[in-house]
């Protein structure tokens, strides 16, 4: 697109989320902006300026969490939208910061809307920041919109540690970004994000209506062997915890590969080596393990996979490995008149859409629970994710900002989905 094709609204987002894109900058293109860093400081002390400054009454709550409202008429609830600034270390800049960007921008468009004439809507319009969404550096992820719907304590999240021992507490007060504001009444939840994934790219389609989540199991794995000598210990003697845990990362590659067509995802998605020295035989490895799929009968019976294959890499490492439940949700369905709803706003926008299912999870995830939602995606290119190589083109950012004001504007009137 061309600046002098370029409407006001556009400009807006564009410049905005150029702005947000420089906190945390890396040279690749992406950003690396966890949870309670500096760079998380800074940008969200950005969001709170761009907000206040297009009229918004902005506060934050005691996890963190930043919200901008608009209250047009009082007592009434909030139509909330939003997603997270926070990335994964080395991460790409539109996961998360798109969806908290073009929910600010299209907020800010009925506002004006409202200010140049239009009648006031029966609801009102805030913004959201979810706190620590990722949790890559304060586990568990999510954990801002968790404390917000009553699904994790506050006080819990807040004795949360990193690897250093610094608490989530802590990192928000040193911040000065632990506050009091009150949870906004919701009335309904919307939020735009990139796809990560290639469904819509592949098939030319500008908008993902997500109908419902994949389901999914998460463990976290420890595997006790026992610390000797690297050149020394006998190699009969030795229980080793890395070959322990090598058995396992292998046998749950190749459960995706057995069930390629459930489908199955799987991964190991964090290690910790102890003593971690260069010659010492490992005495400990803890791990994450994540499994993921549309269909729960498959996660069923990958998990008693995992069982077997926990007993065969004891036995040929000589090794104990425990694994421990963190996360487990089945598939879980997105309201259908919400669904319904934006697929009528994006058919009058002229936006080619689909309905699509969520592998990843999402702050929509848990607001779905408490308030009727509405999950919306737009492309990403190679579905590329998590990565500094993030790419979603200007044109499919701009439809998704334009098809969420089309839904806010509806939920605000009153449109019932759920």
């Known amino acids: 697109m061309t600046g002098e094709r370029m409407t006001t609204d556009e400009r807006e987002y564009l410049d905005a989320f150029e702005a947000v894109s420089r906190f945390g900058a890396t040279p690749r293109r992406g950003v690396d902006r966890e949870a309670g860093t500096p760079a998380d400081g800074e940008m969200r002390r950005w969001l709170r300026g761009w907000l206040a400054e297009r009229g918004f009454r902005v506060g934050t709550d005691a996890i963190g969490n930043v919200f901008g409202l608009i209250e047009w008429t009082p007592g009434a609830p909030f139509v909330l939208t939003g997603s997270h600034l926070d990335s994964q270390p080395l991460g790409g800049r539109y996961d998360g910061a798109y969806g908290v960007i073009a929910s600010a921008c299209a907020a800010a468009r009925l ?16 913004v959201v920041d979810w706190f620590n969404e990722e949790g890559s550096r304060f586990p568990p992820s999510m ?32 911040l000065g970004e632990r506050g009091d504001a009150p949870a906004p009444a919701v009335r309904a939840y919307a939020e735009v994000h990139v796809e990560q994934g290639r469904v819509l790219e592949d098939e030319g389609t500008t908008i993902g209506l997500v109908t419902s989540t994949w389901a999914a199991r998460k463990f976290d794995v420890t595997v006790d062997g026992e610390q000797s000598h690297t050149g020394s210990t006998v190699m009969a003697d030795r229980c080793d915890a ?13 459960l995706a590969q057995r069930h390629a067509d459930g489908p199955l995802h799987t991964s190991v998605a964090r290690f910790d080596v102890e003593p971690n020295s260069p010659v010492v035989v490992p005495r400990r490895v803890r791990m994450n393990i994540d499994l993921r799929s549309p269909d729960p009968a498959v996660l069923d019976a990958a998990e008693r996979e995992l069982d077997a294959a926990v007993v065969a890499a004891q036995a040929a490492a000589q090794v104990e490995i425990h694994r421990v439940p963190t996360h487990a949700w089945d598939r879980q369905p997105y309201q259908a008149a919400g669904v319904g709803l934006a697929r009528e706003a994006a058919a009058a926008a002229g936006l080619s859409h689909r309905e699509i299912m969520t592998i990843a999870g999402h702050d929509s995830t848990n607001m779905k629970d408490v308030a009727p939602t509405v999950m919306l995606f737009v492309p990403s290119v190679d579905g590329v994710a998590h990565n500094e190589g993030e790419l979603t083109p200007d044109g ?12 806010l504007a509806r939920l605000c009137a009153g449109a019932e989905i759920g």
């Open 242 to 254: 890395l070959v322990g845990a090598a058995h396992l990362v292998l046998a749950v590659r190749e």
């Open 143 to 174: 954990m801002g919109s968790s404390v917000f719907t009553g699904k994790l304590p506050l006080e819990a999240a807040l004795a949360v540690t990193d690897a250093r021992g610094i608490s989530v507490a802590d990192a928000l007060d040193a």
């Open 111 to 126: 506002a004006r809307r409202v200010a140049a004439g239009q009648a006031p809507p029966p609801y009102n319009v805030a």
């Open 396 to 407: 499919d950012c701009l439809a998704g900002v334009e098809l969420l004001t089309e839904v």
